[in-house]
């Protein structure tokens, strides 16, 4: 993310830059995937390792020479199919998706660093080659993992490259370097591909045990689920549309059991020959084998028992890389047809950036995208919720209630429906008690709907002490607050019981309760201590002009134990980088010195 910086240092900024970066760093990688295709489709055009050229038959392209045109068709069309396929959109123009094009950039360096590395190797630049492939495997997946964690995959993604392709087409030529060769698969490529997928293993209990609470599915209703969802990716890859669900995938039907929906036991059965057929056909159309294990390899953490949700269309950006390579190849077979071939490759990529232009003009149509995606998605409460809050956002607060009166009885348990009807309600001019109860109801079920009721419970706060919502007073919000706590789904998590009495402490100060509001406040702080936290507290204290009991906020903050430390993730080492850097510390100094410079020693004693 350190990338955002290249297009703005203040926040909130303009999408348009971010969005431009977007555009030339998926450029850039078409072109890198464009240099590995060429690569692997000159490995494939020359014979396996011990097998006489004449008798081989291989469609991939088995000769004594390469064949030059072959491979660049091949190269161009994979590449450009990918480059400019619809589906790819939405990762490429939602910026937060840089992620993974960086992922993926690392990904595919890493490809040409291991192929140049080999090539070292067997010319018997033993050092050199070594280098460059600790380098590739290792550097490269480090940084990957920085942009996305899926960047954990590229060991398994360059063995099957090394298995399927390079080491049948392009062997060592001595003893000792096909030890070094080995040597270097097993530390580079198959150790850090063992190491994952226990990784993913431990992590089973766990999400077995919390994804019921945080999802309202099951991991086995996950695993039935995937399946269908890959067949639609892949529906959706070779069958490219002007328009799809976009972002919001929330709807999408989970399978309770392998008839229900009755398409589960298909799409497991179609996935899993999928998979037969890269393994069963890597020998002899070792294109087609690699680029759907490619595929289904890079849809292993996405798409497997890891509790994330269910559907998006931005997993399909790297695993899709090799998916066109195989069609580009018998489009560029010699024979009498070439050039009716050539044509229709010219052809399917015309057709295919016109649906990506068609896309990519709604993308830039922020009012009909939102319009466009709740047609769509008629049952996605967060597609209609989306469309909604444009509508308030044009003034058109009628349109909006329309819109959650209608998705309420089917969305009865999803906060952002209830909780965004009361606004639009409240624009109307009165509350309707009818919604306040849905809303109470909503919060007192809903699973994973905290963050967006929280945000709307600090927008509301802002509404009540304006005293601009007829129908709706602070007792009202008092009332969700309490149907908030109820939730058995939100309750056992530290972050989310923070989150709450947060709320309550800012309620307390809109009430003029500064003394219930530090209590609240202190009791936020320490289910899950932290400085940011602290600081915001302590300062909206000192902004309701209660400075002596900010102060007394930080020192509640310095006297608590320091929690423990987390496991390996990006916020462990975003902490790291703050803490080495004394930024909470002079954020806090700055702080104190300024509720300090508030304070008199009267008001201390009054407060």
Same mark, same amino acid.
């Given at each position: 993310?350190?990338?955002?910086?290249?297009?703005?240092?203040?926040?909130?900024?303009?999408?348009?830059?971010? +969005?431009?970066?977007?555009?030339?760093?998926?450029?850039?990688? %078409?072109?890198?995937?464009?240099?590995?295709?060429?690569?692997?489709?000159?490995?494939?055009?020359?014979?396996?390792?011990?097998?006489?050229?004449?008798?081989?038959?291989?469609?991939?392209?088995?000769?004594?020479?390469?064949?030059?045109?072959?491979?660049?068709?091949?190269?161009?069309?994979?590449?450009?199919?990918?480059?400019?396929?619809?589906?790819?959109?939405?990762?490429?123009?939602?910026?937060?998706?840089?992620?993974?094009?960086?992922?993926?950039?690392?990904?595919?360096?890493?490809?040409?660093?291991?192929?140049?590395?080999?090539?070292?190797?067997?010319?018997?630049?033993?050092?050199?080659?070594?280098?460059?492939?600790?380098?590739? /495997?290792?550097?490269?997946?480090?940084?990957?993992?920085?942009?996305?964690?899926?960047?954990?995959?590229?060991?398994?993604?360059?063995?099957?490259?090394?298995?399927?392709?390079?080491?049948?087409?392009?062997?060592?030529?001595?003893? =000792?370097?096909?030890?070094?060769?080995?040597? /270097?698969?097993?530390?580079?490529?198959?150790?850090?591909?063992?190491?994952?997928?226990?990784?993913?293993?431990?992590?089973?209990?766990?999400?077995?045990?919390?994804?019921?609470?945080?999802?309202?599915?099951?991991?086995?209703?996950?695993?039935?689920?995937?399946?269908?969802?890959?067949?639609?990716?892949?529906?959706?890859?070779?069958?490219?549309?002007?328009?799809?669900?976009?972002?919001?995938?929330?709807?999408?039907?989970?399978?309770?059991?392998?008839?229900?929906?009755?398409?589960?036991?298909?799409?497991?059965?179609?996935?899993?020959?999928?998979?037969?057929?890269?393994?069963?056909?890597?020998?002899?159309?070792?294109?087609?084998?690699?680029?759907?294990?490619?595929?289904?390899? #890079?849809?292993?953490?996405?798409? #497997?028992?890891?509790?994330?949700?269910?559907?998006?269309?931005?997993?399909?950006?790297?695993?899709?890389?090799?998916?066109?390579?195989?069609?580009?190849?018998?489009?560029?077979?010699?024979?009498?047809?070439?050039?009716?071939?050539?044509?229709?490759?010219?052809?399917?990529?015309?057709?295919?950036?016109?649906?990506?232009?068609?896309?990519?003009?709604?993308?830039?149509?922020?009012?009909?995208?939102?319009?466009?995606?709740?047609?769509?998605?008629?049952?996605?409460?967060?597609?209609?919720?989306?469309?909604?809050?444009?509508?308030?956002?044009?003034?058109?607060?009628?349109?909006?209630?329309?819109?959650?009166?209608?998705?309420?009885?089917?969305?009865?348990? =999803?906060?952002?429906?209830?909780?965004?009807?009361?606004?639009?309600?409240?624009?109307?001019?009165?509350?309707?008690?009818?919604?306040?109860?849905? /809303?109470?109801?909503?919060?007192?079920?809903?699973?994973?709907?905290? #963050?967006?009721?929280?945000?709307?419970?600090?927008?509301?706060?802002?509404?009540?002490? +304006?005293?601009?919502? +007829?129908?709706?007073?602070?007792?009202?919000?008092?009332?969700?607050?309490?149907?908030?706590?109820?939730?058995?789904?939100?309750?056992?998590?530290?972050?989310?019981?923070? =989150?709450?009495?947060?709320?309550?402490?800012?309620?307390?100060?809109?009430?003029?309760?500064?003394?219930?509001?530090?209590?609240?406040?202190?009791?936020?702080?320490?289910?899950?201590?932290?400085?940011?936290?602290?600081?915001?507290?302590?300062?909206?204290? #000192?902004?309701?002009?209660?400075?002596?009991?900010?102060?007394?906020?930080?020192?509640?903050?310095?006297?608590?134990?320091?929690?423990?430390?987390? %496991?390996?993730?990006?916020?462990?080492?975003?902490?790291?980088?703050?803490?080495?850097?004394?930024?909470? =510390?002079?954020?806090?100094?700055?702080?104190?010195?300024?509720?300090?410079?508030?304070?008199?020693?009267?008001?201390?004693?009054?407060?």
């Amino acid at each position: 993310m350190l990338s955002f910086l290249l297009n703005a240092r203040n926040w909130p900024a303009a999408p348009y830059p971010f +969005k431009v970066t977007n555009v030339i760093l998926h450029l850039f990688n %078409g072109a890198l995937l464009a240099v590995v295709l060429w690569k692997l489709g000159r490995t494939l055009a020359y014979p396996k390792a011990n097998e006489d050229v004449q008798a081989l038959h291989v469609p991939d392209g088995g000769q004594s020479a390469p064949d030059t045109r072959r491979v660049a068709i091949a190269a161009l069309f994979g590449a450009g199919c990918w480059l400019v396929h619809p589906l790819l959109v939405s990762t490429t123009l939602y910026v937060v998706q840089r992620a993974a094009m960086l992922s993926a950039t690392f990904i595919l360096i890493a490809i040409l660093g291991w192929m140049a590395s080999r090539t070292k190797l067997i010319h018997g630049y033993s050092a050199l080659a070594l280098g460059g492939m600790a380098a590739s /495997a290792w550097l490269c997946t480090l940084l990957a993992v920085l942009c996305k964690a899926n960047g954990a995959l590229l060991p398994l993604m360059l063995l099957l490259i090394e298995w399927i392709v390079l080491t049948p087409r392009h062997p060592m030529r001595s003893p =000792d370097s096909k030890k070094l060769m080995n040597l /270097a698969v097993t530390i580079f490529l198959i150790l850090p591909t063992i190491i994952l997928v226990g990784y993913l293993i431990q992590m089973l209990p766990g999400a077995i045990r919390d994804t019921p609470n945080t999802r309202g599915w099951t991991v086995g209703q996950r695993l039935l689920t995937e399946p269908r969802v890959l067949t639609d990716y892949l529906r959706l890859l070779f069958v490219p549309h002007a328009y799809s669900s976009g972002l919001f995938n929330d709807a999408f039907p989970v399978s309770n059991g392998w008839l229900d929906p009755m398409s589960t036991l298909p799409c497991a059965l179609f996935i899993l020959a999928l998979i037969g057929a890269g393994f069963a056909l890597r020998k002899r159309h070792p294109a087609i084998a690699l680029a759907l294990l490619f595929y289904f390899a #890079g849809q292993l953490m996405e798409s #497997g028992w890891v509790p994330l949700e269910l559907y998006f269309e931005h997993r399909n950006y790297l695993p899709a890389m090799l998916l066109f390579w195989p069609i580009g190849l018998a489009l560029g077979q010699q024979g009498p047809l070439r050039l009716m071939r050539t044509l229709t490759a010219f052809v399917v990529l015309a057709l295919m950036g016109m649906l990506s232009t068609q896309r990519a003009a709604l993308w830039g149509n922020a009012v009909q995208q939102a319009r466009m995606w709740a047609a769509i998605n008629p049952d996605s409460a967060r597609a209609q919720t989306s469309a909604a809050l444009y509508d308030l956002q044009n003034n058109h607060p009628e349109l909006a209630a329309a819109r959650l009166q209608t998705a309420l009885p089917t969305h009865p348990d =999803d906060v952002q429906i209830s909780l965004n009807l009361i606004t639009a309600e409240c624009r109307l001019g009165a509350v309707n008690p009818a919604t306040i109860q849905a /809303a109470r109801t909503a919060l007192s079920n809903d699973r994973v709907g905290n #963050g967006a009721a929280f945000h709307w419970f600090g927008d509301t706060l802002a509404l009540l002490t +304006k005293h601009a919502c +007829k129908g709706f007073d602070d007792h009202d919000l008092q009332s969700l607050l309490d149907a908030a706590w109820r939730n058995p789904h939100w309750r056992p998590y530290p972050g989310i019981r923070q =989150d709450l009495y947060h709320l309550q402490g800012s309620l307390d100060l809109v009430r003029q309760q500064p003394q219930q509001a530090l209590q609240d406040f202190d009791l936020a702080l320490e289910q899950a201590p932290g400085p940011a936290i602290a600081l915001r507290q302590a300062a909206a204290l #000192g902004t309701s002009n209660y400075p002596c009991l900010g102060l007394l906020q930080l020192d509640h903050f310095a006297a608590l134990p320091k929690p423990p430390e987390s %496991g390996f993730s990006m916020s462990r080492i975003h902490a790291w980088v703050l803490q080495r850097q004394s930024y909470w =510390d002079r954020e806090i100094a700055n702080l104190r010195q300024e509720l300090a410079n508030a304070a008199s020693p009267s008001q201390c004693s009054a407060q």
